[in-house]
Every structure is written in structure tokens, then in C-alpha cells.
């Protein structure tokens, strides 16, 4: 059973700091996905990772994948405030079509 | 117009009570999910279907059913609800494997 770790679950930072948000997973896997949620929104796709050493960057955010470690982290830089939502990661395993949510990392981005 | 919608938004419904919650979506997109969401915890996955006469089991299936009534409907209905099914219900899709997940707006159901 494919089984995904998130740390830490709840994160406040200044503005202008940087974080790093983990990713862990349990079985072999090369799919990755990372969402957003806004309090009392539905998800948003951040991005999709699909190959091991996969990079991707948007704005302040930047989403790496390490598949011999099972680890994908999501790197914060320069934090402002609009950044502050509860970011999910999902793994896929192998040909499962079907992917298994980490419990949410809560940001919180005080001036 | 949004590309997924859920229907009702919101539900206050009794313990026992038959529940329908609706899915459609303009994506055209194969692959349709249900997933509740609890304070707190990420989302887990009820059903999954890949086209209309594919439908599987998600994780927490018991107490729940579901219809693909067509490529662009996926209904999830609850035959007897009971209070620990209160949550968030949130419909996705996606157009296949290796692709990130669409969203619906969710439904909020409370069973008293």
C-alpha cells in the first residue's frame, strides 16, 4: 500500500524567508503531483513531476523530485503572504491511474 | 463556465437518507474521480472510473456508490448516509495517466 508522508504539517513563516516543504513516499513511484488549496477552495495542479531528478519552477515555488530517495520537496523562496494555503503532494504508483494525497502542509506567510 | 461542476454546492441532509451528488464536466476527459476531504487530512479516494464501463473501487468505497452515465457524468450517491460521512466531496478529472487532476468546486455535505 503506497503511503505519502508530508513534513511538516503546518509551517509559519515571515515574508521574505525561505522553506522547504517534504514530500515521502513508501513504494517506487516516478508521478508526482503538487496542489494548492485555498481556505475553503478546491485545488489548483502546481506542478507535475515525471521523472527522477525532474525540476520545475513557477514564481517563488520550486518542485524537485528524487525517486531513488522516494522524496519530492517543494522549495519556498522569498516568501509573501499570497503564498499562504495548505499545499498537497500526490504520488502515483506504476500504471495504478490513480494517485494517494499527502495530508497537507498548512503555510502561513506573516508580514 | 467552469470545466467541472458539483451539484448541490452545499447539502444538509438526516442520517439515513439517500444522497446523490453530481459531477459533470466540459474537459472531455476520460478519467473521473471522487474523493472526500476531512478537516485536516488530505484527500482520499472513494471511486475512480477510466471511461463509462470502468468503474473501481477507491480506498474508502464502503457506504458510497456510483454512476457514469456518460463520458461527461460521474454521480456518487450515498444509499443510507450516516453523520461520519460529513465532509467535503470533491469530483476531479483528468484526460489520462501521467496528467495532473482537474477539480471541482466540492460539495459540502453535513448528515445530522
Known amino acids: 500500500e503506497l503511503k505519502v508522508e508530508q513534513n511538516p504539517l503546518f509551517l509559519s513563516m515571515q515574508e521574505g524567508k525561505n522553506y522547504t516543504i517534504y514530500c515521502n513516499y513508501s513504494t517506487t513511484s516516478d508521478r508526482l503531483y503538487w496542489y494548492r488549496q485555498d481556505p475553503g477552495k478546491s485545488l489548483e495542479s502546481l506542478f507535475v513531476l515525471l521523472s527522477n531528478g525532474a525540476v520545475k519552477q513557477e514564481g517563488r515555488l520550486m518542485a524537485s523530485l528524487d525517486t531513488k530517495a522516494r522524496l519530492s520537496t517543494l522549495h519556498i523562496t522569498a516568501a509573501v503572504h499570497d503564498l499562504s494555503a495548505t499545499y498537497f503532494c500526490?504520488?502515483?504508483?506504476?500504471?495504478?491511474?490513480?494517485?494517494?494525497f499527502g495530508d497537507g502542509t498548512t503555510l502561513t506567510v506573516k508580514p | 463556465d467552469a470545466d467541472v461542476t458539483q451539484t448541490p454546492r452545499n447539502r444538509i441532509t438526516k442520517t439515513g437518507k439517500r444522497i446523490m451528488l453530481e459531477c459533470s464536466q466540459t474537459k472531455g476527459h476520460d478519467r473521473m474521480y471522487w474523493y472526500r476531504q476531512d478537516p485536516g487530512l488530505g484527500l482520499r479516494l472513494i471511486y475512480y472510473?477510466?471511461?463509462?464501463?470502468?468503474?473501481n473501487k477507491g480506498e474508502i468505497s464502503d457506504g458510497y456508490s456510483v454512476s457514469r452515465q456518460a463520458q461527461a457524468k460521474f454521480s456518487l450517491s450515498l444509499e443510507s448516509a450516516i453523520p461520519n460521512q460529513t465532509a467535503l466531496y470533491f469530483c476531479?478529472?483528468?484526460?489520462?495517466?501521467?496528467?495532473?487532476?482537474?477539480f471541482g468546486p466540492g460539495t459540502r455535505l453535513t448528515v445530522l
Open positions: 500526490a504520488v502515483e504508483g506504476s500504471n495504478a491511474g490513480k494517485s494517494t
Open positions: 476531479a478529472t483528468r484526460p489520462s495517466d501521467r496528467d495532473t487532476q482537474y
Open positions: 472510473s477510466f471511461d463509462v464501463k470502468d468503474i
